[in-house]
């Protein structure tokens, strides 16, 4: 597998071996976060998301994990396929009490590139 | 139906012209937003609105004119754009006024976009 120990805006990985993309968040009050995939000419669309009350979830061949401590995002990916080629967004907002506004706030995107 | 479906695709406009974007979800959705992406950035918010309502407006110019007509359409009203106005606009929903409220994991559904041009 292969990780970025900082976001970098491209991750080019071997088809079979394990992804991480990493993300940074802003806003320590934020409490739930979602991460995107955007295809070329395409919307993004929902991967996988996870609440601050929670430090680990898995999907299908993906796991987000959060670190609150370092405001810290993770995006697993299992056995990267040449579909999985795309550019990864996390996003983050406030989804509980007085703080939320509505507003999900993204961050600057990894280029995940997949070799055959 | 878990789609929200954006109108046109593609649409190329002059300076002088008007044109409306278009958007439509039937999940029931009560939070609708407008976003900006120019090449290579991740989405910009622009609106939001929550039960029809106008919540947010990120310090959008005012040729770019929102409208929510019922709970399940969203345009974006266009007129004397600028070239720098170019970019994908892109519609999402969510439930109930924002994204995973409730306690609720709430899945979070954008539209395909609308690539604008202006020239």
């Known amino acids: 597998g292969e990780s970025v120990g900082l976001h970098l805006p491209t991750l080019s990985v071997q088809e079979g071996d394990n992804s991480i993309i990493n993300c940074a968040y802003s806003?320590?009050?934020?409490?739930?976060f979602i991460w995107y995939k955007q295809e070329s000419g395409k919307g993004p669309q929902f991967i996988i998301d996870?609440?601050?009350?929670?430090d680990k979830r898995q999907g299908q061949r993906v796991t987000v994990l959060l670190n609150k401590t370092v405001k810290h995002l993770s995006l697993q990916i299992a056995a990267t396929q040449p579909g999985d080629s795309a550019v990864y967004f996390c996003a983050e907002t406030i989804a509980h009490g007085s703080g939320n506004t509505g507003k999900l706030i993204f961050g600057q995107g990894t280029t995940l590139q997949v070799k055959p | 139906d878990t789609e929200v479906t954006q109108t046109p695709k593609h649409l190329v406009m002059g300076m002088t012209n008007k044109k409306s974007l278009k958007c439509e979800q039937h999940m029931g959705h009560r939070a609708m937003y407008w976003y900006k992406q120019k090449a290579k950035k991740p989405p910009e918010l622009m609106f939001v609105y929550s039960y029809e309502k106008l919540s947010i407006n990120e310090s959008v110019p005012s040729r770019f004119s929102p409208e929510c007509p019922n709970s399940s359409l969203l345009n974006l009203h266009l007129h004397a754009l600028q070239p720098e106005d170019s970019a994908l606009y892109l519609c999402?929903?969510?439930?109930?006024?924002?994204w995973g409220q409730g306690g609720r994991n709430t899945e979070a559904f954008f539209g395909q976009g609308t690539r604008l041009t202006v020239v």
């Open positions: 806003n320590s009050a934020s409490d739930y």
């Open positions: 999402a929903s969510s439930q109930e006024g924002g």
């Open positions: 996870i609440r601050s009350n929670m």
